[in-house]
């Protein structure tokens, strides 16, 4: 049985501290175990200005066992895979301690992004590329971060714009984008 | 709509087996007048077969029980509206699966032990209708209640309106076992007994839905009040002592009263059938085999529940005595939310890493076991590593003068003898407390030749001065390990320290024995005790006399004694010299 009242307090705390951090967290029906969490690019990286998303569910000894989480947004990195958005990071799997909260492995996932692990590598071909031809990673993975992750902002934009020009509060529209992953239709399903 | 066909329905379907039971059961002389009866009862509509038939009064029945019929539907769909106002398709689905379940189970033996009349036939399929709706409203409360409690837009208010659900149906089976009592008292027969088990098993489940979701309810409430009063602060201390303590109740509560409850509603479930049985003049056939089943499927579900139980108490108390409770000034000094649960803390386990947790959070992390080896959640220190530390430190307290080191030591020395003086002259029991234990070994072959040169000297009848020097050299090491025990870093030095200087005499030694020979290594120490324990006898005290002297020596070696005083006191023990020199050398290099 998961224990909701720690995840919809773990809500609260990122609610608080999205503007600071950039971090998001927000479900993706009327229950608590799907959620979508957001995290900026690192500064600094190739990753740099992209908004990714990443699908969360929570299992039901949650939080004794570590969510599962995997990229929503595709992403050209050593240790996420370029097919299916699966991270492998150590907290997700043996090294997760009930101490750790849903904003906490979403910054170790965002602190992956800045510092990756080639030799432990969830792509092979990425980290081939990272060890031997480093400058075309980097170019790759900008252009990765350029072509879906700036693009699915881009997207959001749009939409909010077009859902805005329909006549409803852009908060709201907002806030619905977010809960349905960006599907335009989902959203204006839900506002109406 | 659909709850309305379903009730009529159900409805339907046991006024036909009543009248399918009155068909098979009357006799021959009755039959024209019954199956007339049961004929009206079908075709209740029919104006022009009432005017024709003589009897009156099973109109009038007739009548009064489709009246009944409608006013208990339209009860029934009220009662839906106001408490869960529109049903979903997944509780449909699952609210028409277990009525339907419940209708086979519970009604299919009530003709076995049923009288075939009319007033029977009627009090029973009341009995049926009304314990039926009450099982399924619960049911349905319940349902609502889990999903409510996984929404977060879950207000207050809503989730009240469906726990009144659970009260009113625990309210309104209150009444009815009145009712029935009623019945029983007015009766008399062993019969009626029947009548209790199914709302008494009705009332301890709605009981225990009415605990668990009564907790949810007020964190619910608690959650919201401090949603909307975020202005208001409240003393923060206060308000971490009630939800901890809350907490802590809730845990106890839902632990302990749930298996009552639910114990009760299981044994309530399994006499109602083990009655049906009895009144059935304890047979055995094919009808009883149904029985039988829901009998072995309810022991099933009584033993699995007690053996949670068990295994739940086990694994608390067993953490509950390994960790020790953290005090009142540990927890305010700590200041903080458990980290596992994110709720205060009234009461917590302290790990050796001085991080508090709340046992129930430290006991749901210890049942997962995703890492081998248990750590701090916070740290990740592992969890019980550190309670041999905790013993030394203890150990610590108790040598706190040098009077007390040497009291032991004397100890040491004449268990020893006792130990002998109860054995058989000829034997040499195994002592170890004198063997010089984990002196480390540099190169095995060499090392134990040096080693075991000693023994055979002793053995062999050797010189005085050269028995004296074993025992010395035992009693030096013993004190050193002493000393290291007391855990100071210096004195840790200078045993690894003697422990080095011994080996650079072991060439000359092995050179002057000319024994090559290794002994195996599982019995020296059995060879050495036994060497000890003999020299130990021969003179006891001239051994307390010069390991005091030593003790003596050594302690006062550390804050830098001068050469000649050193010289005097080791003069006798050439050896003995040596090490304390080295020992004058690590004094001035750390001064």
């Known amino acids: 049985m998961i224990d909701l009242a720690r995840v919809q307090k773990e809500l609260v705390e990122c609610s608080k501290d999205a503007e600071g951090s950039g971090i998001k967290v927000c479900p993706k029906s009327d229950n608590l175990v799907l959620l979508i969490g957001t995290i900026p690019g690192p500064v600094g990286t190739p990753y740099e200005g992209g908004i990714f998303q990443i699908d969360i569910t929570l299992p039901d000894g949650y939080p004794f066992e570590p969510p599962k989480m995997k990229f929503k947004t595709k992403v050209w990195h050593p240790n996420i895979s370029s097919q299916s958005g699966a991270i492998c990071l150590d907290i997700l799997k043996d090294q997760w301690s009930p101490a750790l909260t849903l904003k906490t492995a979403l910054l170790s996932v965002q602190a992956l992004l800045s510092a990756p692990q080639p030799d432990d590598p969830q792509d092979a071909v990425v980290a081939q590329q990272y060890l031997k031809d480093y400058q075309t990673f980097v170019n790759t993975a900008r252009y990765w971060t350029e072509s879906f992750a700036k693009e699915s902002s881009r997207g959001i934009e749009d939409k909010v714009q077009k859902l805005v020009e329909m006549g409803f509060p852009e908060a709201q529209v907002r806030s619905i984008l977010e809960a349905v992953g960006g599907d335009e239709n989902l959203a204006l399903e839900r506002l109406l | ?591």
């Open chain 2, 1 to 591: 709509m659909a709850l309305r066909v379903i009730a009529i329905s159900v409805v339907s379907t046991v006024l036909s087996f009543v009248g399918l039971q009155f068909c098979t059961d009357l006799s021959l002389d009755k039959l024209t007048s019954d199956g007339l009866v049961g004929w009206n009862l079908i075709h209740l509509d029919n104006a022009s077969q009432d005017i024709e038939l003589p009897l009156g009064l099973y109109t009038t029945i007739g009548l009064l029980v489709n009246c009944m019929i409608n006013v208990f539907i339209l009860l029934n769909l009220c009662l839906k509206a106001v408490f869960f106002t529109e049903l979903y398709a997944s509780e449909t689905r699952k609210l028409v699966e277990r009525l339907i379940n419940y209708v086979i189970y519970k009604g299919m033996f009530l003709p076995l032990i049923v009288p075939p009349t009319i007033y029977q036939a009627g009090l029973w399929s009341t009995w049926l209708t009304v314990l039926c709706s009450l099982k399924m409203f619960q049911a349905l409360a319940r349902d609502r209640l889990e999903r409510l409690n996984a929404s977060p837009a879950a207000t207050p208010w809503t989730y009240l309106r469906v726990y009144s659900a659970l009260l009113f149906v625990f309210m309104v089976d209150v009444l009815w076992i009145r009712f029935c009592l009623t019945i029983y008292r007015t009766h008399g027969s062993s019969m009626y007994l029947l009548l209790f088990f199914e709302p008494f098993s009705i009332v301890f489940e709605t009981l225990q839905a009415i605990l668990i979701h009564g907790f949810q309810l007020l964190d619910i409430w608690l959650h919201h009040s401090a949603c909307n009063s975020n202005d208001f602060r409240t003393p923060k201390l206060l308000d971490m002592l009630t939800a901890g303590s809350l907490l802590e109740l809730k845990g106890i509560l839902i632990r302990n009263l749930g298996f009552f409850l639910d114990m009760a509603t299981f044994f309530m479930a399994l006499g109602h059938y083990l009655y049906i049985w009895w009144l059935h003049g304890m047979a055995f056939h094919l009808v009883d085999a149904f029985i039988f089943l829901n009998i072995r499927a309810l022991l099933s579900a009584i033993i699995n529940r007690i053996k949670g139980f068990i295994r739940l108490r086990i694994a608390l108390g067993t953490l509950h005595a390994a960790l020790p409770d953290a005090t009142t000034e540990e927890l305010r000094a700590y200041d903080d939310e458990c980290a596992i649960c994110r709720e205060p803390m009234a009461k917590a386990k302290r790990l050796n890493c001085n991080h508090l947790f709340h046992l129930a959070c430290l006991r749901s992390w210890l049942d997962q076991g995703l890492t081998e080896m248990y750590t701090c959640p916070t740290c990740r220190k592992p969890l019980f590593a550190g309670v041999p530390e905790n013993q030394t430190n203890s150990d610590v307290g108790t040598i706190s003068s040098d009077e007390q080191l040497a009291r032991q030591i004397s100890a040491g020395l004449d268990r020893p003898n006792s130990a002998r003086h109860t054995m058989p002259a000829g034997l040499y029991p195994n002592q170890t407390l004198n063997t010089p234990e984990g002196v480390p070994w540099r190169g095995a072959g060499l090392d134990s030749g040096w080693w075991h040169s000693w023994p055979n000297q002793g053995v062999d009848g050797a010189g005085p001065s050269t028995a004296i020097r074993t025992v010395g050299l035992g009693r030096v090491q013993m004190m050193m390990r002493h000393l290291a025990s007391v855990g100071e870093t210096y004195a840790q030095t200078a045993f690894e320290d003697t422990a080095w200087n011994l080996w650079p005499i072991n060439p000359s030694q092995a050179s002057a024995s000319g024994s090559t020979i290794s002994p195996p290594g599982g019995r020296l120490p059995e060879r050495t005790g036994s060497l000890h324990l003999r020299n130990a006898s021969q003179s006891a005290n001239d051994d307390v006399a010069n390991i005091l002297a030593m003790a003596e020596t050594v302690r006062e070696v550390l804050p830098h004694i001068p050469d000649d005083m050193i010289f005097q006191f080791s003069k006798p023990f050439p050896f003995i010299r040596e090490i304390l020199f080295k020992h004058l050398i690590l004094g001035m290099c750390d001064g």
